[in-house]
């Protein structure tokens, strides 16, 4: 096995991670319990609750719960996409409409949303350049686009501990 087998934008691996809820609950539980200081999640929630948005695209919704969020507390209309057919069956549950897609090639119309957002998501996308532009044609002119993602600091103990490659660049 290569170093290139454990990337975190490996198409194989982002499949096998998001087959199912487990993986993703338990990554999540483990992150809210160690993390200390802003809340990330709370920054993306309120970067698009700044914005008032009416219609909001959720790029990379896992399994929907901050797509569902926005609805209900921002009183917006929220659709979402996501790569895992798991995560859309789970986003669908809560009521929200979700579709199997990919934030590099998204299927809708240019402008049709007012703000998107994206949870970290983009450190599994092969060409980033190309997600964040689809993103952008997506959006209304004056719209927001709301990212939180990994920098290549994060965890940087935890990988110095484990010697693992920190590497998360696009080139090849």
Known sequence: MSDDDFRLDNPMLVRWEFASEERLEK???LY??????????????????????????????GAGAMAERVRDELGAQVVAVDSSERMIELTRQRGVEAYVGD???????????????????????LDRERAISEC????????RFATA????????DLWDFLGSPR??????
């Not at 319990?33 to 919704?61: H, M, S, Y």
């Not at 993602?149 to 940087?156: F, G, H, I, Q, V």
């Not at 590497?167 to 090849?172: D, K, N």
Request: negative net charge; proline residues 4%; contains cysteine.
């Open 149 to 156: 993602t990994l920098a290549d600091e994060n965890m940087s």
């Open 167 to 172: 590497e998360r660049s696009c080139s090849r």
């Open 27 to 29: 990554r999540n539980a």
């Open 136 to 143: 952008a044609r997506v959006l209304r002119p004056g719209g």
């Open 32 to 61: 809210r319990r160690l993390t200390e200081g802003i809340n990330a999640e709370e920054v993306l929630f309120d970067a698009v609750k700044e914005f008032a948005p009416t219609r909001v695209l959720d790029v990379g919704c």
């Open 103 to 125: 934030v590099q090639e998204l299927p809708f119309g240019d402008g049709e949303f007012d703000c998107v957002f994206s949870g970290w998501v983009l450190y599994h996308v």
